[in-house]
């Protein structure tokens, strides 16, 4: 079966240091991964997705299928960037791409 | 454009009781799939719909169930009710085609079984 594992729960770092919120995943075929973000009093929303290698926000993630990780990373982390973070896989195949099998989340604060 | 929209955004039942949640898409979006959200187990599948028919199932039990209309609207319910169903259930909608990806949700119904 799909798991996300997401190792740290929670993550602190200072703004303008860099950032790094692990991701790790098993799946036995060719997965679509996601980050998804979650800000304070707003809507869960889709950051960034491996298939379309952008950078959003400064954030970037790599899919490491050797590794079977997607890493999300930020040269200098913002204070606008305190939220929670999820990781999330498609294992659907192309036949359903409402399902999603989330990370339990890393809740980033970025301290002044 | 009008975001994805749940009602109602809190509601309290008791024990053995049911429920119904309502979910509009996002117009033109033909996929909605539910999440149950808590914090034990934080954001869980429970099925998708597409055009009306289910595409995909969680697993969950047969208590929980879903639907979908013409207009793309769906509606989930929950029988029998038990205080381990206490949580927020998200919404999502998109195109539903390959290449989309990007689910838009809504901010959800949070659910108190006493």
């Known amino acids: 079966a799909q798991r996300v594992t997401q190792p740290e729960k929670l993550l602190s770092v200072f703004k303008g240091a860099p950032v790094e919120l692990k991701c790790n995943y098993s799946?036995?075929?060719?997965?679509?991964l996601f980050w998804y973000v979650q800000y304070s009093r707003q809507r869960l929303q889709l950051l960034l997705r491996?298939?379309s290698r952008e950078s959003i926000k400064g954030f970037t993630a790599d899919l490491n299928k050797g590794e079977t990780s997607f890493h999300l990373k930020k040269p200098f982390a913002q204070e606008e960037d305190s939220a929670m973070y999820y990781c999330?896989?498609?294992?659907?195949?192309?036949?359903?791409?409402?399902?999603?099998?989330f990370g339990q989340g890393t809740i980033l604060t970025v301290h002044p | 454009k009008a975001g994805v929209t749940q009602t109602p955004r809190y509601l309290i039942k008791t024990r053995g009781q049911q429920v119904t949640l309502s979910c509009s898409p996002i117009?033109?979006?033909?996929?909605v799939s539910w999440y149950q959200q808590t914090p034990g187990q934080g954001l869980q599948f429970l099925f998708e719909?597409?055009?009306?028919?289910?595409?995909n199932k969680g697993n969950f039990p047969g208590r929980f169930s879903g639907r979908q209309f013409s207009n793309s609207r769906s509606e989930m319910n929950v029988s029998t009710l038990e205080l381990g169903d206490s949580a927020l259930y998200l919404c999502?909608?998109?195109?539903?085609?390959?290449?989309?990806?990007?689910?838009?949700f809504g901010e959800g119904s949070r659910l108190t079984v006493l």
């Open positions: 491996h298939i």
């Open positions: 117009s033109g979006h033909r996929s």
């Open positions: 999330a896989l498609n294992d659907a195949g192309g036949t359903s791409y409402g399902k999603l099998t």
């Open positions: 999502a909608s998109s195109f539903g085609g390959r290449g989309t990806g990007e689910l838009f």
């Open positions: 719909y597409f055009s009306e028919t289910q595409r």
């Open positions: 799946y036995s075929g060719s997965p679509e």
